[in-house]
């Protein structure tokens, strides 16, 4: 029995046509991504793939990701904040400069992508995705201990504000990750600490991109409605929980997940760089072994 679409497809080549079980199963994404985000960071290995999965071009995944992933970062810093202000813990005005660099970077990350050809993008994303999936499975656990700073907060800011930002505009996910590891190394941080900066320095960024995709017309707001929904309720509980040491049954699973998907759109892709270079090789092995 087929599905009936809630919407038609407007562009077939940028827009799909989106049943109830395609906006269900984003939902489900979004939850995830939110949960994991702001646990672990990482929530935009889920999200990028599972919309260009569903049929999205690059350009609308990467906009209507951030489109949907502001919301679950606002949700996640708003959490923060709250408890913090209540219990003295976080000063929010000490963010405000990172903020700043974040949001302002993103906005060129936003803009340099949107001028990017869909076939350069094609070809690019699915490395990305494979190249930051390896790093979250490989990069170390940080510490839960306050150490020295290597780099004051006026040197790092800047530089890590833009570069980071720039990055979450460009491209996105494993940004949160970078983002904690950086501040545990560079500013020393303990990984609680840098977990809640991290969400309002993803907030600025995801601000920033989303006001350069709504200029640029690349979002598709049926999805990001939907998925905004399931990134506040995943990146709520996952703020609750984010003292628990959740990382090491999620970052696997993630990795695992991420790559499958990734898995798919090179398959389903016969233009794709690193099918074309499989094919090559398996045509190699398969001689040599004959």
Known sequence: MTATPIVPSVAVAMVP??????????????????LIDTIAGGGGLLSVPSLLAVGLSPAATLA???????????????????????TGEIVWQRFLLGMGFSLVG????????SMIQVRFLNQIVPILLI????????????SEQVSHALLPRKVFTPIFG????????????????????????????NLRDATVETKFYNF?????????????????????MVMAVGQMIGARIGAKLVLRRGTRLIRPLLVVMSLGLTARL??????????????????FLSRVIA
């Open 17 to 34: 046509e989106f049943t109830v079980e395609i906006l269900s199963f984003l939902f489900a994404v979004a939850f995830l991504a939110g």
């Open 106 to 113: 993103a906005f060129l990350g936003s803009l340099t992508v």
């Open 266 to 283: 090179i398959y389903t892709n016969p233009d794709n760089w690193l099918r074309l270079a499989a094919v090559q090789v398996w045509g």
């Open 131 to 142: 190249a930051i999936a390896v790093y979250t499975l490989l990069r170390r656990e940080a």
């Open 204 to 224: 600025a960024s995801n601000l920033g991109s989303l006001l350069v995709f709504i200029v640029v017309g690349h979002m598709v707001w049926l999805v990001v």
């Open 162 to 189: 833009t570069g980071l930002g720039f990055y979450d505009g460009f491209f996105g996910p494993g940004t949160g990750s970078f983002w904690v590891v950086a501040l545990v190394g560079l500013r020393g941080a």
């Open 64 to 86: 209507t990701n951030k489109g949907q992933s502001v919301f679950g970062a606002a949700t996640s810093s708003f959490t923060f904040l709250r408890s913090g202000l209540r």
